[in-house]
């Protein structure tokens, strides 16, 4: 049995001078910069030498086996060293593309009639409230359909939302590994610097098992509350919003349970979360680059924000059906990933729903196998007893729908015989005929008609100037000025000023970009118009609606949302709506992933 006591032998803060008292009368152990979030772990909490690092990742990761206890307090014992030197250093590895392809498939080849893939993507379109944007389907490790709706595309990083907490549980996975935590260690013992504020006996007893599970004891979201009480640490602040109940027994979705476990990783690793996850599981998975928002500069945060490709999210959730193992490597600890798809907590009671099956560590349990998923949209669906995984990313506000619509056309599909299910179609065509259907997808853009040459006269010399309404209220764009391409195609370029009084909490990731307006380009009624005007990734369609009204959608290609905009030209005004309202972000110019480091 295993006598240490938790918390032993942790990180500890800082004990550089310039670190150790804050000037601004603050905590000690941080120092205050002067930005509005003052937080800054990777300066702040290097590994103390007396902390024993488990895994030297300059060594491949195939060159160690995981031998883990029951408890997770898992250790690497390294095996003889094989092959040559390790080119990425720990921290430093960058990425520029997959390293390696995903093994494809005929869906027949694999048991798979592709009727019903046609059928799911029928559905999925035919629902006026769900908008489709990439769709990957994986079984047996090979991937049987892949297609992107047009204008999204491949390669695109599109912000993931609360799929970004199954990343993070990766990296806990990882630091449970190394020795860097441990499931049953309270929380407050790595924030050894609150000790003496945390007094609620409930919070004291908040374990990192109990906060990887959503089940910190509070019945209701903690984020706003955390924040409040400290801007500088929410999880100082969360940890003095005392449990409304006995931790283990009570589910809440919170996001300072994420974001807790993130920066436990960070604080111990001395790295964000996107760097620490590059050696250990981007770089052997064959992900590309990725991109995570961070709460203030150098602390990922965890909880959300995370930019990956579909194939990213496939090979996420091919990891996890694996059981942790990647082309014969051990990446993640089998009891690990045995603890984490399994229910933790119980958290509803409508066994009708996807989202009262239970919750493991960052992943739900659904009806069918289990999932990561994030708002609008966003899946990462497991389904073990198909051997299959979905990645899917989209815009809806019915998220539940989707997952109804998975079950009914997917499911049927993985139990088809292939070419005997495919009837009078041979499997051989259904194929071909999914393949044309894939290769073909695309958004719908939205209709419009060439500028009625009254209104081209009109704007030849300065262009037309469209302002909100006084009551326009929560509309992202405040003003738009209209103009002719110069190039005489017929073209417009739509220049926008975003709404003055909304305001992003942080700049972290985003400071070389510009804000306050944006400038597209519009083809009336020519489709979609792709650019990216100061590296903003958008698609713009639409047109006139007849001569006193224009009207066009935009698309934020690297996030799943879209803007409505109407201009009224006898009146002068411009009305604007989101489809479905950002979380987090409340600029235009942010919706965007941030820079790379």
């Known amino acids: 049995m295993d006598e240490r006591q938790p918390g032993a032998g942790l990180p500890k803060p800082s004990r550089h001078p310039a670190l150790a008292l804050n ?30 690092t488990y895994v030297d990742v300059s060594t491949p990761l195939a060159q160690y086996e995981l031998a883990c206890r029951g408890d997770l307090g898992c250790r690497r014992r390294r095996r003889r060293h094989r092959g040559g030197p390790a080119e990425n250093q720990p921290g430093k590895a960058t990425i520029h593309g997959k390293t390696d392809a995903l093994r494809e498939s005929s869906p027949s080849s694999q048991g798979i009639d592709s009727r019903r893939i046609t059928a799911f993507l029928d559905a999925l379109e035919a629902e006026p409230g769900i908008e489709p944007h990439s769709l990957m389907i994986l079984r047996h490790g090979s991937v049987v359909a892949q297609g992107w709706w047009a204008p999204y595309t491949a390669d695109r990083r599109q912000l993931l939302y609360s799929l970004s907490k199954s990343f993070t549980a990766a990296a806990a996975a990882f630091a449970c590994a190394e020795g860097r935590l441990r499931l049953d260690d309270p929380v407050v013992a790595y924030f050894p610097e609150f000790e003496a504020e945390i007094t609620d006996p409930r919070s004291r007893r908040i374990l990192v098992r109990h906060v990887l599970s959503m089940a910190s004891g509070h019945r209701e979201e903690q984020w706003d509350d955390a924040v ?122 409508d066994g009708g729903s996807d989202w009262s099956q239970g919750y493991g560590f960052q992943f739900w349990m659904s009806r069918h196998g289990f999932r990561g998923d994030g708002a609008y949209g966003q899946y990462c669906l497991i389904l073990p007893e198909q051997d299959a995984v979905v990645a899917m990313t989209s815009q809806t506000a019915d998220m539940q729908r989707v ?164 201009c009224d030209i006898a009146r002068g005004t411009v009305d604007s709506r989101f489809s479905t309202v950002p979380l987090g972000t409340h600029t235009l110019t942010r919706l965007r992933a941030p820079r790379i480091a």
């Open 23 to 52: 000037p601004a009368g603050g905590r000690p152990g941080y120092a205050r910069p002067a930005h509005q979030w003052p937080f800054r772990l990777s300066a702040a909490f290097e590994p103390s030498p007396d902390v024993k």
């Open 228 to 349: 409040d009480r400290d801007p500088a640490e929410p999880v100082r602040g969360f940890l003095l919003s005392g449990p409304d109940g006995e931790p283990g027994s009570v589910f809440a979705y919170n996001q300072p349970c994420t974001f807790t476990v993130a920066s436990i990783v960070q604080r111990a690793a001395g790295e964000r979360l996107v760097d620490y996850l590059r050696p250990r599981l981007f770089e052997p998975l064959g992900i590309g680059e990725v991109a995570w928002q961070e709460y203030e500069r150098g602390r990922d945060l965890g909880f959300t924000g995370l930019h990956a490709t579909t194939d990213a999210i496939a090979r996420l959730g091919q990891l996890y059906l694996q059981r942790g193992v990647w082309n014969g490597v051990r990446l993640l600890p089998e009891e690990w990933v045995q603890q984490a798809t399994r229910a933790q907590v119980a958290n509803g009671l």
């Open 403 to 566: 997952l109804d619509l998975a079950w009914e056309h997917l499911l049927p599909a993985f139990d088809g015989e292939g070419p005997a299910a495919a009837g009078a179609e041979t499997a051989e065509q259904a194929d071909a005929s999914l393949a044309r259907r894939l290769g073909e997808l695309a958004l719908p853009p939205r209709t419009g008609a060439p500028a009625p040459c009254e209104v081209a006269d009109t704007a030849a010399a300065d262009g037309l100037v469209f302002s909100a309404e006084a009551d326009g209220a929560g509309q992202p764009v405040s003003r738009l000025h209209l103009e002719q391409s110069p190039d005489k195609s017929g073209d417009w370029n739509l220049v926008i000023t975003e709404d003055p009084g909304r305001v992003d909490p942080s700049d972290a990731g985003y400071e070389d970009f510009p804000r306050g307006t944006l400038t597209l380009r519009l083809t009336p009624g020519g489709g979609w118009t792709v650019s990216a005007p100061d590296e903003i990734p958008t698609a713009v369609s639409g047109g006139w609606v007849d001569a006193n009204t224009l009207g066009f959608d935009v698309l934020f290609l690297e996030t799943p949302h879209s803007v409505h905009v109407t």
